[in-house]
T-cell receptor
Framework: GDSVTQTEGQVALSEEDFLTIHCNYSASGYPALFWYVQYPGEGPQFLFRASRDKEKGSSRGFEATYDKGTTSFHLRKASVQESDSAVYYC????????????FGKGTSLVVHP | GALVYQYPRRTICKSGTSMRMECQAVGFQATSVAWYRQSPQKTFELIALSTVNSAIKYEQNFTQEKFPISHPNLSFSSMTVLNAYLEDRGLYLCGAREGLNTGQLYFGEGSKLTVL
């Protein structure tokens, strides 16, 4: 079945550091890829999506590029802030096919002031 | 904007009793609703995917007999945890999908189940 792998379980950074969270996927079709963010005590929030190869999604300074060749959708941010501390989830789903939204295990980001 | 409300936010129930949770989509039509359970370690387990006018698809290890779901219209879904035991503890999240051409989900804040 489809799956999403997030390499980092936890990431600790200082403010203004560069962030990369790695996401790789495995899917039989051509899924759309997503990033979600979950703050403590809240449900996950949709961050952005990309639907085709080489498409870049972005929101709130975060971005990721759909790479079909490496089956990746890595999340990056040039300069993190303490308020970015949250759990980030990479996910996939094929809206045009057998739709089954699948999430990675999440990466907990802690940004120190 | 698209909002999803879940209630109750938290429930404490005795072992062997049942808990019903509700999910309301506001500002959009929820053509599909995905019910997840989030563990204390923050991982997601997909319980079932409910699409209006289609059969509800349950994932392996989750059954309709244990987690019956109702999705009567485009703004409301409910799920019950029957005969809850310790292993059913967790945060139950409802993710609603708008339309059929998009894949992103809008989530509620979850219903936390504690079983004594």
């Amino acid at each position: 079945g489809d799956s999403v792998t997030q390499t980092e379980g936890q990431v600790a950074l200082s403010e203004e550091d560069f962030l990369t969270i790695h996401c790789n996927y495995s899917a039989s079709g051509y899924p759309a890829l997503f990033w979600y963010v979950q703050y403590p005590g809240e449900g996950p929030q949709f961050l952005f999506r990309a639907s085709r190869d080489k498409e870049k999604g972005s929101s709130r300074g975060f971005e990721a590029t759909y790479d079909k060749g490496t089956t990746s959708f890595h999340l990056r941010k040039a300069s993190v802030q303490e308020s970015d501390s949250a759990v980030y989830y990479c996910a996939l789903g094929d809206p045009g096919g057998n739709y089954k939204p699948t999430f990675g295990k999440g990466t907990s980001l802690v940004v120190h002031p | 904007g698209a909002l999803v409300y879940q209630y109750p936010r938290r429930t404490i129930c005795k072992s062997g009793t049942s808990m019903r949770m509700e999910c309301q989509a506001v500002g959009f039509q929820a053509t599909s609703v995905a019910w997840y359970r989030q563990s204390p370690q923050k991982t997601f387990e997909l319980i079932a995917l409910s699409t209006v006018n289609s059969a509800i698809k349950y994932e392996q290890n989750f059954t309709q007999e244990k987690f019956p779901i109702s999705h009567p219209n485009l703004s409301f879904s409910s799920m019950t945890v029957l005969n809850a035991y310790l292993e059913d503890r967790g945060l139950y999240l409802c993710g609603a999908r708008e339309g059929l051409n998009t894949g992103q989900l809008y989530f509620g804040e979850g219903s936390k189940l504690t079983v004594l």
